[in-house]
C-alpha cells in the first residue's frame, strides 16, 4: 500500500495557515507530486475550503468540531480524496482554536494508520498580532487567560514554531519575539517565514520534510480551561447575496469595505476579532478579505477584479462576543453595505454558536 506523507499545519486563528498550506501545496505539485487538502472547522461552509479549491486543489472538509474529535471523519475525508488516485502528500489544516493535536490526531495516526500515513513534524504557525501581546503577558489582549492558554498550548507542542508574516514586522519587533519565545521554550525549533511573500519559505518546506519524531512524552492539558477559552469565541458564518439596484458592484472594493464596517463595528462594540474571513463571489471570479485582529489592517489577499450586478458573500468570524451579538452586528453591518452601495441585501444562510467542549475520539498517554 502506497504511504500518504501527513503534514499538519497548525496555529490560531488568522495565524496564516491557509496561505502557507496554499504556497506548500504548490510547491509538491510542482514538484510532480499529488495533494489533497484536509480542512477543518466548527462550521460549516469555510472561506478556506472556497479558497483553496478555487486554487485548483483537491479539498476535503471535517465540519463540526476539531480533528481530534472527528478523528474518524478525518480518515474518511482523506479516504475519500484518495478514492480516484493515492494523494503523495495530505496536507491538513486544523481549527485554530484546537490544541493538542500530537496527542489526539498524530499519535493515534501513528498506532492506528500507520501503514496508510507517513508523518510529518507537527509545524505550528504564531500570529504576531495576538504573540507579541500573550508572550509580553500584555493586558488588554481582549481575550482571556483561558484563551491565552489555547495559544500557548499550541506553541508548546510544536515540533517546529513558525512565526509567521515576518514582512510585516519591523527588525526590532521580529528579534523580541524571537527573544520571547526562547525564553519560555529555550530548546524550541523557530523559523521566521512569510508565508505570503515567500520569504524563508524553503526552511519550513526542508523542515517539513524531515521524518517526524515519535512522541513519547505529551503536555499536560486541562480540558476545563480549554473548554472555556473555546467557547469564550462565538462562531459565526453567513451567505448573502448583494443585488445592485442599477449598475454593478465591484467585487474587491465591496470587500474591503465590508470587512472595515464589521472592524469598525466590532471595536464599538468591544469585541476582539480573533480571525474574520469574508469571500466574495462573481461567477467564477472569487476574492477574499479579512482582518487578523482589532488593530490590524483589512487585508485583501485575493483580489478579483470582478464587477457585476449581483455577488454572492460568505462571511466566517471568530470573536470573542456572545454569538447572538455577533449575528446582530453581522446582520446590520451587511444592510449598512446595502445602503452604501444602493443595493439591496438577502441573507440566506446563518449558523452561529459558541465551540462545544473538546471530546477527542482517542488520546495517546505516555509511555512507562
Known sequence: MKRMRFVMIGGFLGAGKTTAIARLAKHYVAAGLK??????DQA???????????????VGEVPGACFCCKFDD???????????????????????????????????????????????????LLKPE???KILR??????????????????????????MNKVDKLTTAEREELLKLLASRWPDKR?????AKQGESFDALIAALGEPGDVHERFMEVDYDVYAQGEAELGWLNCQAKLTASGGELALDVILVRLVTLLRDALSEAGAEP???????????????????????????????????????????????????ELEALVRGVVGKLADEFAATAQIHGMQRFRPGRPVPTHRASASS
Open 35 to 40: 495533494v489533497g487538502v484536509v480542512t477543518n
Open 44 to 58: 460549516y461552509d469555510l472561506v478556506d475550503t472556497h479558497s483553496l479549491r478555487a486554487q485548483g486543489f483537491r
Open 74 to 124: 478525518l480518515i474518511s475525508t482523506a479516504s475519500e480524496l484518495s478514492k480516484d488516485e493515492v494523494p503523495d502528500v495530505i496536507i491538513a489544516e486544523p481549527v485554530g482554536s484546537c490544541t493538542d493535536l500530537v496527542a489526539t490526531v498524530i499519535e493515534p495516526l501513528r498506532a492506528l494508520h500507520g501503514e496508510r500515513f507517513e508523518l510529518a513534524p507537527l509545524a505550528v
Open 130 to 132: 495576538h504573540g507579541q
Open 137 to 162: 503577558g500584555q493586558a488588554g489582549l481582549g481575550f482571556s487567560a483561558k484563551a491565552a492558554y489555547i495559544f500557548l498550548k499550541q506553541i508548546e507542542e510544536a515540533d517546529i514554531v513558525v
Open 190 to 194: 523557530v523559523l521566521a517565514v512569510s
Open 274 to 324: 480573533a480571525h474574520l474571513k469574508v469571500l466574495g463571489q462573481i461567477d467564477e471570479d472569487t476574492a477574499i478579505a479579512n482582518l487578523v485582529g482589532s488593530g490590524a489592517d483589512v487585508e485583501l489577499s485575493l483580489a478579483s477584479h470582478a464587477k457585476a450586478p449581483v455577488l454572492e458573500l460568505i462571511i466566517n468570524a471568530r470573536v470573542a462576543v456572545a454569538p447572538e
